[in-house]
């Protein structure tokens, strides 16, 4: 988070831009934080919003406490050069265009996921019960 | 059991399939009219106004919650999500089964409807849509009856007079979450009116 890596460096993040379209929606562990909570990513497609409302009812419903799942949306960090490349690389099949423009578009906007992962750790934080479950949805 | 009635947005089939399934709509006949427009409408409105996410319907005479998801992503990012955060979770497959209603919807009805009403031709819409009902009503009926005899199986586990059934309908033979079943017609449910069950 202390600096900014270079697009090459981006593409080398395992899993990036290699999610295939029947993977969208499948939660793909990526590891764990410095506090023990369980980092997962998830590819809602078109209905992030909804699905993401739906899944935690769906979770509370089940008995998961409020504290113990937290959905962060990374979409809002995407900028129209990442939104290009990714759809020529997995919707067009063009990888070697639209891999390199994702990864430069993600750079462009690499402070604000930092600030986005920041929010995320200061929510996390001040949250009254420390989480105990099995894992953290982010 | 939790039973996750989805389909695209708030679709009036997602309405009706719960709506069977915890009694409100009769499953053995398309109720008729103002009636039934009422209904739909009402409960429409009623769910537009509620937050986005999961809608508890009810509660079944078997004890089972009856839930609607109107949403806006493909059915098979919805089976895979819930199924992805349940297994995260710990919560087991058999304690919730997801079922697609959007294939059971009758195309005219779903689109026309739609157009007719953006455009602002609003009893057209509805004559569309109940025209639509008149055609799909028995499938999603037939439907919510599947549903309900999976459910049973699922309780019952491996009965032996439940084989047969088994074997000739693969849809009950399906994982469970797994809800792409059959579209096809099938013959109206019996005469045990809101609480038919299939014929088992």
Not at chain 1, 62 to 82: I, K, M, Q
Not at chain 2, 66 to 86: C, D, K, S, T, W
Not at chain 2, 164 to 180: A, C, K, M, T
Request: with cysteine.
């Amino acid at each position: 988070m202390g600096r900014r890596p270079d697009p090459e460096e981006i593409r080398r993040v395992p899993n990036f831009d290699k999610l295939k379209n029947r993977e969208i929606g499948t939660p793909i562990y990526v590891g764990p934080d410095e506090d023990g909570n369980r980092v997962y990513i998830i590819g809602l497609a078109t209905g992030k919003k909804i699905m993401a409302a739906a899944l935690r009812d769906f979770l509370l419903s089940c008995g998961v406490r409020e504290g113990d799942v937290y959905f962060a949306d990374a979409l809002p960090g995407a900028n129209v050069l990442t939104r290009i490349g990714g759809f020529l690389s997995r919707q067009a099949g063009l990888v070697r265009i639209g891999r390199p423009l994702c990864a430069i578009g993600i750079w462009q906007k690499y402070p604000q996921f930092v600030e986005l992962v920041r929010r995320v750790k200061v929510d996390l934080g001040s949250r009254p019960s420390v989480p105990t479950g099995p894992g953290e949805v982010h | 059991m939790r039973v996750i009635y989805h389909s695209y947005w708030w679709s009036p089939a997602l309405l009706v399939a719960a709506g069977i399934h915890l009694g409100y709509l009769p499953a053995n006949r398309k109720p008729h009219g103002a009636d039934f427009t009422r209904l739909v409408t009402e409960l429409s409105q009623r769910l537009k106004a509620e937050a986005a996410g999961l809608h508890f319907g009810g509660t079944d005479g078997e004890g089972d919650d009856i839930y609607i998801l109107g949403r806006n992503a493909g059915a098979p990012v919805v089976e895979r999500a819930f199924h992805g955060v349940a297994a995260i979770f710990g919560v087991h497959p058999g304690e919730f089964l997801l079922v697609d209603v959007e294939p059971y919807e009758e195309r005219w009805g779903k689109w026309g409807g739609s157009l007719l009403r953006a455009a602002g031709f609003v009893s057209a819409s509805w004559w569309l849509r109940n025209r639509g009902f008149s055609r799909s009503y028995r499938r999603i009926a037939r439907l919510v009856a599947d549903v309900r005899g999976r459910i049973a199986i699922q309780k019952e586990g491996s009965r032996e007079d439940l084989l047969p059934l088994l074997r000739e309908r693969p849809y009950f033979g399906g994982r469970l979450g797994d809800s792409r079943g059959n579209p096809a017609d099938g013959p109206p449910p019996g005469p045990g009116g809101d609480q038919a069950r299939p014929k088992l």
